[in-house]
C-alpha cells in the first residue's frame, strides 16, 4: 500500500500570501495519479486538483498543482480568506487509494 | 447538477449492524464507480469500498472485509453499505463519493455531504 506523508501539519500565513503544501509518497504513484481535496469545517471534502495538475471544473487558478514520480506540491497564490481549510493529497494509481494526513491551512 | 445524498446513519451498539444507502442525480449513475469513505473525529480521510458498474468488481478496506458489503441498484440510482459487526472503531462520518466513468483507479468527485455512524454501548 502506497503511504502518503503531507508536510507541513499546519500552516501559518495571512491573506494575501503564497501557500505550498507538500504531499511525498512512499513509492513512484502510477501515471502522476495523484489528487488534491480541500476540507471546509464542517463540509465534505472538495475536489481541487486531479492527475497531479489538472484542475477541477470550477476551481480557481490561483490553485495549482505540480510534481510527479513520488514528490508532488501544490500551491495556492494570493490566498483568500476562504481557501484557510484542511488539504488532503490522495493517490488513486491503485485500488487502495490512500490519502495523506492533511495539512491545516490556518490564519496567521 | 450531480448530487449525492445519503441516509441511514445513526448510534448503533458494538456488535450492531446499521445500512447506509446514497442516492444519486444529474448523472448516469450506472457507468460510474462508486465509493464509500470515512472520516473519524478530528481525524483524515480513509477509503472503505469500492464498486463498479454492474457490481461484478467490490474493494474493501482491509479493515471492514469480511464485515461490511457494498451493492448498489441502478434502476434507483442507489449505493448501499451493509455494515454488521461494527466496533467503536468504525465510528465516523461515511461519505459516498463518485468514482470514475468505467474506470476504477480515478479521482473522487463529487462527495456526499455524509452520514454520521456512532458505535457506543
Redesign the interface.
Known sequence: EIMLTQSPGTLSLSAGERATLSCRASQTI??N?L?W?QQRPGQ????LI??ASSR?TGIPDRFSGSGSGTDFTLTISGLEPEDFAVY?C?Q???????????TKLEIK | EVQLVESGGGLVQPGGSLRLSCAASGFTFRTYWMHWVRQGSGKGLVWVSSINSDESTRNYADSVKGRFTISRDNAKNTVHLEMNSLRVDDSAIYYCVRGGWYEMLSWFDPWGQGALVTVSS
Not at chain 1, 92 to 102: H, I
Open positions: 502510477r501515471f495519479f489528487a481535496y465534505a471534502p472538495r475536489l486531479h492527475g477541477a488532503y490522495q488513486y494509481g491503485d485500488s487502495s487509494y490512500t490519502f495523506g494526513q492533511g
